[in-house]
Structures are given as structure tokens and as C-alpha cells.
């Protein structure tokens, strides 16, 4: 079994965002694999521990993302590349790189988050998958592969669907699909020897120019009332109620 | 300049959902003087009316047995149809689960640009400028498009749709379905029961932390939402504990919720889950601690044990609501 994992790098989801000069400071906030794609390369490593093959990783970044790849192979990826991009690159250009880059190479399965906890646009996996003609299951809460059919469980706004699709085929991670492990000793000595192969985005020959542009980042104020509602329980919850009703109009 | 905007409208639980009025709504405002064109995928003309109430000027239905339920399979081709025919420069899907699954699919299909989960439109110099959340709600971006088809989808409960009007008239047509490939094969829905309002397009969302002590502790939280026709959330404590699925998450890497109203049981307030909340309208916090975070950011606190304010809180408003 091919596995390829398209992978991101963002901030530490515990980390502080802040704006500044219209742009979100990065330089020193710690960066981490997207939690949801860490989902992804588990599944990838259990598909391949229970199946035999190969497990990539792909990113589409700069050189910082290094230390992403790096991660996914102490995990146990068999290999890692890295895509070259500029920033600017929006959706459309990272899965235009991505597909351009996958095209050729015999994948049997595709495994990707569900959305990445910056950006939060869900859509780069998806255009991945219709530029390389892959049917698509989103969200995934349990895989099972067997016979040339993925079996997916996944999250539909709270109800669970059960699908199954042909492979080759691309699934989506949501929480709740595994738990990822930690790298071992062994396996971080083993990343560090191995070599990320880099892909520049001239020699892969695809529309780079972004379709979509982010014009300003700001963060809004937080102007919260900051009321403690004092007495018996009883008596809090009356005036609650009455503030909910008559000074905040919500209910 | 005009534009042709497509909205796909969307029928969930027998009745068309409110997120596809507010798409209608800033279709409208996007076309300056263009045509707005719903259309219904799996679904006969019923809706057709109370679409064109809402604003549009045209619908499109497109039926067919395998269109039923949702594939990507079966609607993107079927989106696509419909956007040829109504030469579509904008299309517009809610933020929903259909939405999330199919614009990215029909706007890469079209080498289109696409701004997911805007919660906000406007039109400055003739450029339509999309407002979004990043990081969860930590930060908020303007976006456009540059160039080409406009796709986006649009975060439920955030813009305002149209008051009905029953007086306006306008065309509804059948298109024929198109031949489909269904790779995707649906065995099984199960239906959460539990979880009867969708917690993101919920105007009022009752949400559990790790104060709630168990699964059970939950109950008294579901009472309070049945009350309130509200959805019921967690934090990502009550999630980890296994209180709850995880489906019910709010935060950064949960759901992101945009209410009415927030109701936060026993929740500390990590920057995690404040992440997935913060832009609620009205943020009330119940907490045994007085320092907990959460009474930071909250408009009314409590300091007190759930157990005791919820069931309270919920007979106050069973004898408002009736």
C-alpha cells in the first residue's frame, strides 16, 4: 500500500497570535505539524503497520517546514519532500503544486487533515483530490482498508455516515480518528539521518499565480460586560435570566 | 459591476435552512443589479417559492434518484450544471457540511479562487471583500478574490437574510440530472438524536468543560438546551475525559461557533476553547472558581457549581419560554 500524506506546518495551537504591521508575527512561536494532518500520518503509519508499503509525506512551503517533515518521519514516515513555494501561494496554488507534483506517482491511498488550525479554509485536500480525479471522503472518524475499498466513518454536522469508496482515493482526518504517537528516540535518530527531497515550484510547470489575496489581518476588540452576578443560587439564576431578557436581548 | 451569482440552497430536516437565505441575501448584495439563482440539487420545485421570497430570482431544480442524498460525486456535477446555465461568475454554498465537502471540489474544477466561512460581505469600488476568522477566531481577515469565478462559502447565523416577501415572482426550472459516476457509496447514516441542533448554525450553544465531571454530568446541560432549542458543546477537557464525542468540541481544533448566545458550564477557558467562542454575541460563564478564565471574557458570570445553577436556570426559563 502507497500512502502519501499531504501535510502543513502552523503554530502551536496553544501559542498567542498576535498582529502586527497588518501581518501575524511568526518568528518566535513554536510550529508544529496541523494537528489534524498529524491524524492523517498516525492513520498513514497504522494503515502501513497492519498492510505493508510505504508511507511520504508533502509539504508545500519554505525551509521552516523542514522541521514538520522531520517530525512526520520520526513518527515513521518512510520519506519526506518538501515543495518549494512563495508565500503568497493561496489554495488553488498549493494543491495546483501538490497534484502536479503526485501526478505520475502511484498512490494506492491519500490521507490529509480536515482542515488546518490557521487558515482554517478546509479546501487545499479537496482541490488536491478533483485535480487528480480522486473521489473524497472529508472528516473521517474510523478507516478501514481492505479489498481495494476504503470504509469510512465520518463526522456530517454530528451524524455519523458510513461510506465506502474505491481505491485510489483521498480521506480527510477529523478529531477522534487516533490518537498520534510520539516519536521514539530511535525513530528522531533515524529522521535526522534521512534526506527531505526538494521539489522547486518552477520545475513542476503549473499555474502558481493566486487566485485569491488576503488584503488585511486585524483582531478585534474584546468589549465584554464582565458582570458577576452576586447571591444565592436561586436568586443568580432569576437575574440572569432577567439579563439575558431585558438588558441583553438574546432569549 | 453586475454579476450572475449562483447560491446552492440546501433542505435539511424537510425545510430549507436558514444559512441558504443569508447566502440568497449577500447574492444579492454581490450582483449590483444581476441575477440571483438558486438552485435545489435532489429536491423538486416545493422550495422553489420560498426561495424567490427570499430573494432569488430564478430557481433551478435538478432531480434525480441518486441526488437524494448528498455525494460529491453525484452534486459537483450537478453544481457545475447549474452554474454553466446560469453563467454564474459568483456561487455562494453555506458554511455547512455539504458546503465544506463541495466548493473546494467545484471551485478547483473551475481554476477558481474560494474564501471558506466568510462572516462577512461587502462591496468596496466594485471588489467583493470577504471578512474571515483565522486561528480559530484569534485574528480576522479581509479577502478577495483577484481574478476569475467568485466561490465562497458562507458561515451560518452571521449575515442577515431577506424578510420574505411573497409578492415577488420568478422563474423555476428543471434541469436535467447529469450522468453520474457514483464512486462514493453511502451504507449507513446514523443520526445522532442527542445532538438535535447543529452547534454551528445554533443561535444558542450550552457548552460543558471538565467541571461536568462525567458523561452523565452532562444531562442537566442537554435539560437546559431542550429548553432553549440550543446546541450543546464542549470543551476540549470534557472531550479528552470522555464525556462527550468529539464531535461536540468547540475550540481551535474543534468547532469555531458564532451564537447568540454562549453558555459555558464548568469550563476554565483555555486560549484553546476561547479560540472557538470568543465571537459569540453574548458570553455567559458558570464556574465553581472565581479566577477561571472564562469569567474574562464573559458579558454575565456565576461563580458557582453548575450542578446546582443549571437545573435552576433551566425551570427560570421554562417559566419565561412556557
Same mark, same amino acid.
Given at each position: 500500500m502507497e500512502i502519501l500524506v499531504l501535510l502543513k506546518q502552523t503554530f502551536d495551537t496553544e501559542a498567542k497570535v498576535t498582529v502586527k504591521d497588518?501581518?501575524?508575527?511568526?518568528?518566535?512561536?513554536?510550529?508544529? @505539524? !496541523?494537528?489534524?494532518?498529524?491524524?492523517?500520518?498516525?492513520?498513514?503509519?497504522?494503515?502501513? #503497520?497492519?498492510?505493508?508499503?510505504?508511507?511520504?509525506?508533502?509539504?508545500?512551503?519554505?525551509?521552516?517546514?523542514?522541521?514538520?517533515?522531520?517530525?512526520?518521519?520520526?513518527?515513521?514516515?518512510?520519506?519526506?519532500?518538501?515543495?518549494?513555494?512563495? %508565500?503568497?501561494?493561496?489554495? /488553488?496554488?498549493?494543491? !495546483?503544486?501538490?497534484?502536479?507534483?503526485?501526478? =505520475?506517482?502511484? /498512490?494506492?491511498?491519500?490521507?490529509?487533515?480536515?482542515?488546518?488550525?490557521?487558515?482554517?479554509? =478546509?479546501?487545499?485536500?479537496?482541490?488536491?483530490?478533483?485535480?487528480? !480525479?480522486?473521489?473524497?471522503?472529508?472528516?473521517?472518524?474510523?478507516? #478501514?482498508?481492505?479489498?481495494?475499498?476504503?470504509?469510512?466513518?465520518?463526522?456530517?454536522?454530528?451524524?455519523?455516515?458510513?461510506?465506502?469508496?474505491?481505491?485510489?482515493?483521498?480521506?480527510?482526518?477529523?478529531?477522534?480518528? !487516533? #490518537? %498520534?504517537?510520539?516519536?521514539?528516540? %530511535?525513530?528522531?535518530?533515524?529522521?535526522?539521518?534521512?534526506?527531505?527531497?526538494?521539489?522547486?515550484?518552477?520545475?513542476?510547470?503549473?499555474?502558481?499565480?493566486?487566485?485569491?489575496?488576503?488584503?488585511?489581518? /486585524?483582531?478585534?476588540?474584546?468589549?465584554?460586560?464582565?458582570?458577576? @452576578?452576586?447571591?444565592?443560587?436561586?436568586?443568580?439564576?432569576?437575574?440572569?435570566?432577567?439579563?439575558?431578557?431585558?438588558?441583553?436581548?438574546?432569549? | 459591476m453586475a454579476r450572475n451569482v449562483l447560491v446552492l440552497a440546501e433542505v435539511r430536516n424537510g425545510a430549507l435552512r436558514p444559512v441558504s437565505f443569508e447566502c440568497i441575501a449577500a447574492g444579492r448584495s454581490m450582483a449590483e443589479g444581476g441575477p440571483v439563482t438558486a438552485v435545489l440539487i435532489g429536491q423538486g420545485g416545493s422550495f422553489a417559492q420560498e426561495l424567490i421570497a427570499r430573494g432569488a430570482d430564478k430557481v433551478i431544480t435538478i432531480q434525480g434518484d441518486h441526488l437524494k442524498e448528498y455525494t460529491p460525486d453525484g452534486w459537483l456535477g450537478a453544481l457545475h450544471n447549474a452554474a454553466l446555465e446560469a453563467k454564474a461568475d459568483t456561487v455562494l454554498l453555506g458554511h455547512t457540511g455539504i458546503g465544506r465537502d463541495l466548493a473546494p471540489r467545484f471551485a478547483m474544477r473551475n481554476g477558481a479562487g474560494m474564501v471558506s466561512d466568510a462572516i462577512d460581505v461587502k462591496v468596496e469600488g466594485g471588489n467583493v471583500v470577504f471578512t474571515r476568522p483565522i486561528y480559530a477566531g484569534k485574528a480576522f481577515a479581509t479577502q478577495v478574490v483577484k481574478e476569475g469565478m467568485i466561490v465562497a462559502t458562507i458561515r451560518p447565523n452571521n449575515l442577515p437574510a431577506l424578510e420574505a416577501d411573497s409578492s415577488r415572482s420568478g422563474e423555476v426550472a428543471d434541469m436535467a440530472a447529469p450522468a453520474a459516476d457514483l464512486r462514493t457509496v453511502i451504507k449507513e447514516i446514523v443520526r445522532k438524536a442527542a445532538a438535535g441542533v447543529d452547534l454551528t448554525s445554533a443561535k444558542i450553544v450550552v457548552s460543558g468543560g471538565r467541571g461536568v465531571k462525567s458523561a452523565d454530568g452532562f444531562k442537566p446541560l442537554y435539560e437546559l438546551a431542550e429548553v432553549l432549542g440550543a446546541g450543546v458543546g464542549a470543551s476540549r477537557a470534557a472531550a479528552d475525559a470522555g464525556y462527550c464525542d468529539y464531535a461536540m468540541q468547540v475550540g481551535q481544533t474543534g468547532k469555531t461557533v458564532t451564537p447568540d448566545l454562549y453558555i459555558a458550564c464548568g469550563i476554565s477557558g483555555a486560549i484553546q476553547h476561547l479560540a472557538g467562542m470568543s465571537a459569540s454575541k453574548v458570553i455567559v460563564a458558570i464556574n465553581k472558581d472565581p479566577e477561571a478564565p472564562i469569567f474574562k471574557v464573559a458579558d454575565y458570570g456565576i461563580v458557582g457549581d453548575l450542578f446546582e445553577v443549571v437545573p435552576l436556570l433551566t425551570q427560570e426559563f421554562k417559566a419565561l419560554l412556557g
Open positions: 497588518g501581518r501575524i508575527l511568526d518568528d518566535d512561536v513554536t510550529l508544529v @505539524i !496541523n494537528p489534524y494532518d498529524e491524524y492523517a500520518v498516525e492513520e498513514a503509519l497504522k494503515v502501513r #503497520e497492519a498492510q505493508g508499503g510505504t508511507v511520504t509525506v508533502v509539504s508545500v512551503g519554505g525551509d521552516r517546514v523542514e522541521e514538520a517533515l522531520r517530525r512526520a518521519l520520526a513518527m515513521g514516515a518512510d520519506e519526506a519532500v518538501l515543495v518549494e513555494a512563495q %508565500p503568497g501561494a493561496d489554495e /488553488f496554488v498549493v494543491a !495546483n503544486l501538490l497534484a502536479a507534483w503526485a501526478k =505520475g506517482k502511484a /498512490f494506492d491511498l491519500v490521507l490529509a487533515g480536515n482542515v488546518s488550525v490557521d487558515t482554517g479554509a =478546509g479546501q487545499t485536500a479537496l482541490r488536491f483530490a478533483e485535480a487528480m !480525479n480522486l473521489p473524497h471522503v472529508a472528516a473521517a472518524l474510523r478507516l #478501514e482498508v481492505a479489498g481495494g475499498k476504503a470504509t469510512v466513518h465520518r463526522d456530517a454536522e454530528g451524524d455519523t455516515e458510513v461510506l465506502e469508496v474505491p481505491l485510489p482515493a483521498l480521506v480527510t482526518a477529523q478529531q477522534g480518528l !487516533n #490518537e %498520534p504517537r510520539y516519536p521514539s528516540v %530511535p525513530g528522531i535518530m533515524k529522521a535526522k539521518r534521512k534526506t527531505i527531497a526538494r521539489v522547486g515550484a518552477g520545475e513542476l510547470g503549473v499555474d502558481v499565480s493566486a487566485r485569491t489575496e488576503v488584503t488585511s489581518v /486585524f483582531q478585534a476588540e474584546q468589549n465584554r460586560l464582565n458582570k458577576i @452576578i452576586k447571591g444565592e443560587p436561586a436568586e443568580q439564576a432569576k437575574e440572569l435570566v432577567r439579563l439575558l431578557r431585558g438588558e441583553a436581548k438574546v432569549v | -
